[in-house]
């Protein structure tokens, strides 16, 4: 079908793939659900063993992960999603600790050496490029890296700009599919949510530069920035939230210091309109991860706001975002990245964002970390705090000031007991903290 560009099956492709070899799969929507397949229809005709699979969080099925596979792929993943978390939670898939930052790195030194990159790609331009699309990330690392790279051409797949364009030259192996991209839809914002995004939006200052990612409270964030003046966006992903305010002009990147007028971002995850947005769009960069997530980069662009999500806090400022106890749920990701970017910007603000319960009524506000739980924020690195019940500044304050803080917003049915942990955690000079 593409001039002088010679297809082939699936299976034909993921014969490229050796025991004992590390393949990495694109991400989110781009990852090739075609060749995925066909690898394991390899995987079950007993022809593959100790295959290591690696990506960031994908989109879709990823049956290589579990008890099936045991002995024939391994998955070590940068990020725990939701269609691998059993498995991993399990113990038949496991997980990489690093910051996504330097996921990257792990595969341009040789510490995760890439034996085969199975990537999806729009239909090449008559210059010779194609492009990554919705997911740059680490993928582009691996691309330049591996052994063997497989492209599937698909012309659902935008031509983004920015690092996301390689030429026909880098890749070995070509396929053809022409299924839609997947669409992760936008997620309904409750009560609770909106509160946390009023809170948030009023920390929020004309002129910044913003960080978050995707679901309910980023999606009630944003929808309360229809009236700020020249923001900017910098961030590892972005969903359709922030279409409305650049059709509006409220998100016009003109104050950045990097990368003026332009949207950047490393991957995204949301509707077909997001995905035609990015389409051969200048105004959107679309960025390898080492440059999205240096947080020496991220700490230039004025007013850096990164507001991240957390599963738990305790009273010191310890944030768990990965776990539940020792049961891993996603992972560290790009947080710390832009915590400490955004604190090193001249008028940053770093917000750590989260309801103060869970659905069950349980506070994610707790005297300590459940046992196993993984601080990803350090109490170190913590400035602000959002829950539905308003933001508190926690830069600077001692333990006991910090414990008042963070009690006073969380949700009034804990705070008796979380003040009485308090107490015997600091002693009687804690009643006399005012601040």
């Not at 229809?41 to 990506?55: F, M, P, T, W, Y």
């Not at 034996?115 to 010779?128: E, L, R, S, W, Y």
């Amino acid at each position: 079908m593409y001039k002088n560009i010679q297809t082939v099956s699936f299976a034909e492709a993921v014969k490229a793939v050796k025991s004992g070899d590390r393949v990495h799969i694109h991400s989110v929507a781009c990852a090739p659900q075609g060749l995925i397949q066909a690898l394991c229809d390899r995987g079950r005709a007993g022809e593959l063993k100790n295959v290591s699979l690696q990506h960031l969080h994908t989109e879709g099925s990823a049956p290589y992960a579990g008890a099936e596979f045991e002995g024939i792929f391994h998955l070590e993943s940068y990020f725990v999603g939701g269609n691998v978390r059993r498995d991993t939670q399990a113990g038949f898939a496991d997980y990489v600790p690093v910051h996504l930052s330097e996921t990257q790195k792990l595969i341009r030194d040789g510490v995760h050496p890439i034996g085969v990159a199975m990537i999806q790609v729009c239909p090449p331009d008559k210059h010779g490029y194609v492009s990554l699309g919705t997911s740059v990330d680490a993928t582009l690392a691996a691309v330049q890296n591996a052994r063997t790279v497989i492209a599937v051409i698909n012309p659902s797949v935008p031509r983004a700009w920015g690092d996301a364009m390689i030429r026909l030259s880098d890749i070995d192996i070509f396929c053809e599919d022409t299924t839609p991209l997947i669409e992760a839809h936008t997620a309904v914002s409750g009560e609770e949510d909106i509160l946390i995004g009023k809170h948030c939006a009023a920390l929020i200052e004309d002129g910044a530069t913003i960080q978050m990612g995707i679901g309910a409270i980023p999606n009630a964030v944003l929808a309360q920035l229809g009236n700020h003046k020249n923001l900017g966006i910098h961030t590892e992903m972005f969903a359709d939230g922030v279409l409305p305010l650049y059709e509006k002009g409220v998100v016009n990147n003109l104050n950045k210091k990097f990368d003026k007028g332009k949207l950047v971002s490393t991957f995204l995850m949301g509707s077909r309109a997001v995905y035609d947005f990015i389409d051969d769009n200048p105004a959107v960069a679309m960025m390898d991860v080492g440059y999205t997530n240096d947080p020496f980069i991220i700490a230039q662009q004025p007013k850096m706001t990164a507001i991240n999500s957390a599963l738990s806090v305790d009273i010191t400022g310890q944030v768990n975002a990965d776990s539940i106890g020792i049961r891993f749920y996603s992972g560290c990701g790009g947080q710390l990245d832009f915590i400490r970017g955004a604190a090193a910007s001249k008028g940053g603000k770093p917000i750590i964002a989260l309801p103060s319960t869970t659905n069950k009524g349980v506070s994610k506000i707790t005297p300590t970390l459940l046992d196993g739980a993984g601080v990803v924020t350090t109490r170190f690195d913590i400035h602000y705090l959002v829950t539905e019940f308003g933001s508190v500044d926690l830069y600077g304050k001692t333990l006991q000031q910090r414990a008042k803080a963070i009690i006073s917003i969380a949700h009034p049915a804990h705070q008796e007991a979380l003040d009485k942990a308090a107490f015997e955690r600091f002693g009687s000079h804690y009643h006399f903290i005012t601040r």
